[in-house]
């Protein structure tokens, strides 16, 4: 009978291989057990590979759109809150007006009033969400309306005023302007303000409004332009209280202004406001669009999770195992490194 035997560097160089290969399995166990999905998704997929790719890049695309609906919903909000300030100071500047009407002695409170409406409505129209200017139409990268202190439209309607009268507004000699006179030029310095000097001078926006895209075939309009009709009329209107109320205009001429400014206020007011519900109807298409993708999203994620994901218990179990396998290989290693006819001879 033959005696055959192993050598104990042999058994070594077999644990020490067995050992490598358990080490370099581990750390894709591990991933995994963190991941819920397979380390390698190509190799354990194999041909539904481009299927998980797929799958992926809707879910790619559905995110997308939904950050662009985020940032949508902020900006009609912010839409929402500044045309909000627009009626509040067409409001605060009626309520101004009818407290001095056939009494015009505490006119300056008017012009005070229409001042600072001017300011706020320009700091409203110049709102921005994310560096863009909500007013701005496509021109969106653009402050859409300028201040009219010193601007070419204020320059432009106090040159109007000088060649219907002759004089200077603040001139003393306006005290003798008669109400026909006042409301036939009220008429021609409107139709110049929207027609030339807003494009002149006032506004830098565009009146196209572009479509943004918040779901499959699904476009809205996130805003409107600071060049919509009754924006232009509000501003003219604040712009006129302003000048007039600041100037030496008698009382039948002060009353003709006045009236003629509540009455385009209370327009303009009754425009905006439609505006405002156009607005509230793209901020309810968007809500649905953003729930609708949600579902899709959470739809597509489970299909991904059953055609890649991996049972964490399941993996944590193998992870165990093979940690357990690799301390006991190297405790047999230490044991077999010490098997050596030297040793025994000691």
Do not use: C
Request: no cysteine; charged share 20%; glycine share 8%.
């Amino acid at each position: 009978m033959k005696a055959s035997y192993v050598s104990t560097a042999a058994i070594n160089f077999g644990l020490r291989n067995s050992t490598a290969s358990m080490q370099r399995t581990l750390p894709n166990l591990q991933l995994e057990t963190v991941t819920g999905r397979n380390a390698d998704s190509g190799l354990a997929l194999g041909s539904k590979t481009g299927e998980l790719a797929s799958l992926r890049h809707d879910i790619s695309v559905i995110k997308r759109l939904t950050d662009t609906n985020d940032l949508v919903s902020v900006r009609m909000r912010t839409s929402q809150s500044s045309m909000g300030q627009l009626t509040a100071v067409g409001d605060n500047l009626i309520e101004a007006i009818s407290l001095v009407l056939g009494n015009n002695s505490q006119k300056g409170a008017v012009a005070i009033t229409a001042k600072s409406g001017i300011a706020e409505m320009t700091a409203s129209l110049n709102a921005t969400v994310g560096g863009v200017f909500v007013f701005g139409g496509e021109n969106s990268d653009a402050v859409p309306i300028n201040d009219y202190e010193g601007s070419p439209a204020q320059t432009a309607f106090r040159g109007q005023f000088a060649a219907a009268f002759g004089f200077p507004i603040d001139s003393p000699l306006a005290a003798n302007i008669s109400k026909a006179d006042m409301e036939t030029f009220l008429v021609s310095a409107e139709s110049d303000f929207l027609s030339t000097q807003w494009a002149g001078g006032m506004s830098n926006a565009s009146s196209d409004v572009p479509d943004v895209r918040v779901s499959d075939g699904v476009t809205v309009k996130t805003s409107i332009s600071a060049n919509e009709k009754s924006v232009q009329k509000l501003m003219f209107s604040t712009i006129l209280a302003s000048e007039m109320y600041n100037s030496q205009l008698g009382d039948s001429a002060l009353d003709a202004v006045g009236k003629y400014v509540v009455e385009n206020v209370t327009e303009a007011s009754g425009g905006i406001t439609k505006m405002r519900g156009t607005i509230g109807l793209s901020q309810e298409r968007v809500e649905r669009a953003s729930a609708a993708l949600e579902v899709k999203k959470s739809l597509l994620e489970t299909f991904v999770i059953d055609l890649d994901g991996v049972d964490p218990y399941e993996t944590a179990i193998q992870v165990n195992s093979l940690l357990t396998q690799i301390e006991v290989s190297y405790s047999v290693t230490a044991r077999i490194q010490n098997l050596s006819l030297m040793q025994y001879l000691r």
